[in-house]
Structure formats: structure tokens, C-alpha cells
């Protein structure tokens, strides 16, 4: 049985982009037989943006709240909060003792923001062993990665290594799982689907809401009703067909190129899909909006399993290192 780890930081409401690119995915990861998951939310992560704690809180809570609407069986695999296992952050300590200042230098979390460094704090420049120590705490065997994080666990592999070679096999040397197109969902303005761009879609907010964000914020041409439209360089198509099935969105396309079809009613049918295709995910949504205490059950669960794996490969290092 393989196991699996994945992780996502609490910056917010999850919105269209990250259901269908990264949570969707993992939660059909999980759900396979041979897969041992372990998903969690990366709170510590946040802290290097988010100082605020009534919005840390909050953002960690609507993380969750997704990731169980969108399909999650907390029974089936392993859903913690990162911080409610605190050996990650003590291996983290270890790691960064065994890791090279200059390869720090060179991760991007780092390196993109280097010509700004009176906006870099510690936590960001040591980003890259807090996500090891999330992995290798647990003995993943796979992550699922975009090319974004490829590096940053090619440094995971790399400390795990020196570890390894100076004081026996300790860590898992853990594989990626390279995701690709399904990482680029288009966003309300024709590009990557990201709350920077201010370009995103929330399954969860009301249909008055997405109706209104669709017309307003989707650009498209001038070409008049009556006209034919090219659908492949329209944004509000390439929307549905991420959501609609084959046949419905080749009917789409065909009423495009016909004519006598506009953006108006292209807009419409999106909202409606976005609509009924979440219908089972806002529902469950709104009830754990009621129901938070069902949240944190769950979460409380999960750090209890999680700390049992993560304990032993901290005694572990721990003895090691001499610690014990």
C-alpha cells in the first residue's frame, strides 16, 4: 500500500481552481483502495503571510469545511490540521540543521520575492523544511506536486538524504506525483485561476452572487447575437467545458458557431452548470457552515492518527541525533 500526502494552505475559501486542480484529485487519490492519504491543512505555512489570528482561523476552517464537502471520507484516509501535530515543527528544526543556507537561497518561495527582502520574514525563507518535515514525517511514499513545488521536494529528497547517509535510513525518500494541465484552470480573465488575480469563482457563494460575477467580470468581443463565435477563444466556454460533459459542451460550441446564440446565453447556461454540478457540495458546505463542531471533530480525529505516525519517525531522528 502506498501512501500518499498532500497538503493545502488556509488562505482563504477554496475557489473553483483549487476544487478541480488539486482537492478533487486528491480526494479520488484517497478514495482508492491500494492508498494510505494523509491530507492536510498547512496553517503553519499561512502564518508567513497571515498574522491575523481571527483570520487564520477562519481561513482554516473554510479549508476544511471544503475539503469534506468536495467528497473527503475522513475514514478513509488521514485530514489534520498541520498544526495540531507539533513534531512537525520540531523536525523542522532538525532538517533546517542539515540543510545548506545557500540552497535556502536558491528555493523559489525565497528567491521570488529576494529583490523585496524587507518583506521576507524567517518563516518564508525556511519554507522549504517545514513542507519536508510535513512529508517525511510520515514516511510518504508519493506527493502529488505542480512544477511550482517540483523543487521544493527535490530539496525534501535531498535533506532526507544527507540525513540518511550520515545516520542510516531514517527517512522515506519520497516520489512525485507531477501534475500538469489539470494545475491551470482558467480564471474570469483568461488566465491561471488565482486569488492575486482577483479572477476567481466561489461554487459556494449564492447564485445571485456567481450570476452577477460571471456577467460582470468575464470579458468577451462585440461580435453581434445573430453571428457565429469562435468558443475556443472564449473564456466563458472553456469554463463550461471544465465542468460540462463532453456532449453538453459540444452542444454549446456548435450553438456558438451557428449563431443566433450570444455571450448572454453562454454566461447564463455557465452559471446554471456551476450550479447544479455543485449542488451536493454547497449543501454539505452550508451544513458544516452550521455545524462547525462536526469540523473540528473530525480535525481532532485526524491529529490523533497523524501524531501516532508522526511520533515514531520522530523517536526516530530523535535517537539518532542523540536526543534520547
Known amino acids: 500500500m502506498a501512501r500518499i500526502l498532500t497538503g493545502i494552505q ?3 475559501r477554496p475557489h473553483l481552481g483549487n476544487i478541480l486542480g488539486a482537492i478533487k484529485p486528491a480526494v479520488a487519490l484517497a478514495n482508492e483502495a491500494n492508498n494510505d492519504s494523509f491530507l492536510f491543512i498547512a496553517d503553519l505555512h499561512s502564518l508567513t503571510q497571515i498574522k491575523d489570528k481571527v483570520t487564520l482561523k477562519n481561513n ?5 469545511a471544503t475539503w469534506l464537502a468536495c467528497g473527503l471520507d475522513p475514514k478513509k484516509t488521514t485530514f489534520y490540521r498541520q498544526s495540531d501535530v507539533t513534531e512537525c515543527t520540531e523536525l523542522a528544526w532538525y532538517l533546517n540543521c ?6 535556502l537561497k536558491l528555493a523559489h518561495s525565497f528567491k521570488d520575492k529576494s529583490d523585496r527582502l524587507e518583506d521576507v520574514n524567517s518563516g518564508l525563507f525556511a519554507y522549504p523544511m517545514l513542507m519536508a518535515s510535513d512529508i517525511l514525517l510520515y514516511d510518504a511514499d508519493f506527493v ?3 512544477k511550482d513545488q517540483l523543487q521544493h521536494l527535490e530539496m525534501t529528497r535531498d535533506v532526507a538524504s544527507r540525513i540518511n547517509h550520515k545516520h542510516g535510513e531514517i527517512f522515506v525518500l519520497p516520489e512525485p506525483i507531477l501534475q500538469q494541465d489539470a494545475q491551470f484552470i482558467l480564471g474570469t480573465d483568461g488566465g491561471k485561476m488565482s486569488k492575486s ?4 469563482i466561489d461554487v459556494f457563494d449564492d447564485e445571485n452572487a456567481i450570476k452577477k460575477l460571471i456577467n460582470k467580470n468575464i470579458v468577451t468581443d462585440n461580435t453581434p447575437l445573430e453571428d457565429p463565435k469562435n468558443p475556443d477563444r472564449a473564456t466563458v466556454f472553456q469554463l463550461y467545458k471544465l465542468i460540462a460533459s463532453n456532449e453538453e459542451s459540444k452542444t454549446m460550441a456548435e450553438k456558438l458557431k451557428a449563431g443566433g446564440y450570444g455571450w448572454g446565453h453562454a454566461k447564463k447556461e455557465l452559471v446554471e452548470k456551476i450550479i447544479s454540478s455543485f449542488s ?6 452550508e451544513h458544516y457552515q452550521n455545524n462547525p463542531k462536526e469540523v473540528e471533530e473530525v480535525l481532532m480525529e485526524g491529529a490523533q492518527k497523524a501524531k501516532k505516525v508522526a511520533k515514531a519517525t520522530l523517536d526516530r531522528v530523535r535517537n539518532s541525533l542523540g536526543y534520547n
Do not use: D
Not at 60 to 64: I, K, L, M, P, R
Not at 197 to 200: A, F, G, K, L, S
Open 144 to 146: 502529488p506536486v505542480g
Open 60 to 64: 482554516t476552517f473554510q479549508v476544511a
Open 98 to 103: 542539515f540543510f545548506p543556507y545557500q540552497r
Open 10 to 12: 488556509s488562505t482563504g
Open 197 to 200: 488575480r482577483n479572477n476567481t
Open 280 to 285: 451536493e457540495e454547497r449543501a454539505k458546505f
